[in-house]
């Protein structure tokens, strides 16, 4: 890797912010699922690292359900702490409490994370960037093997009409409207595709 290819990264450093989802309350789980361990580290605490690693400066989680607790076990030094009071209403409430407080700063886009996926890589995120900046499209989707993966990244195009979404909606409801235009991004990492919800989930996750 030549210098101007470890510099390219840090040019677009300040264009997309991460947004960790970790509000929920994780019932299925029977525990938070932002502090259960993964490869030495919270769930949440593996995502942050990761984001930073891939090269994003502003990284912000948005917290909920047992947020006191969350912010005295996780280091969140340097991250933006969103507390979504709302938190009950479900993810789109929070992904819109996350949404208004980058939207006012101006990004260009946004690497959304969600905290039940902590197996994604600083390297696929640096892809997912990487081809947001290369082909400009609204939307980057990663795929493993044909099969859709996370963390998605929603250009500034598509945050109106996710700030507009009623509790009862989801994000897919406007990302599923960009699939034709989306930069659909196939990765050799099934991390993207494990999510991780129930403790069964948990016990694969720790096997893979």
Known sequence: MNHHDTEAPRENAHAVAGLVLAAGESSRMGADKALLKYQGHSFLETILRNLREAGLDHVAVVLGHHAAEIRQI??????????????????????????????????????????????????????????????????????????????????????????????DQGANDVIRGYHDAACWLDVEDAGVTLDIDEPGDYARLLSF
Not at 102 to 131: K, N, T, W, Y
């Open 74 to 167: 996780v280091p969140l030094k340097a991250t933006t702490v969103i507390v979504n009071a709302n938190y009950g209403l479900g993810q789109t409430s929070s992904l819109q409490a996350g949404l208004r407080e980058l939207d006012s700063e101006g990004f260009e886009g946004v690497l959304l994370c969600l905290v039940d996926h902590p197996a994604i890589s600083a390297q696929v995120m640096r892809q997912i960037c990487a081809a947001f900046f290369g082909t400009r499209a609204p939307l980057v989707i990663p795929r493993y093997r044909g099969q859709r993966g996370h963390p998605v990244l929603i250009g500034r195009a598509l945050f109106g009409e996710l700030l507009g979404l009623r509790p």
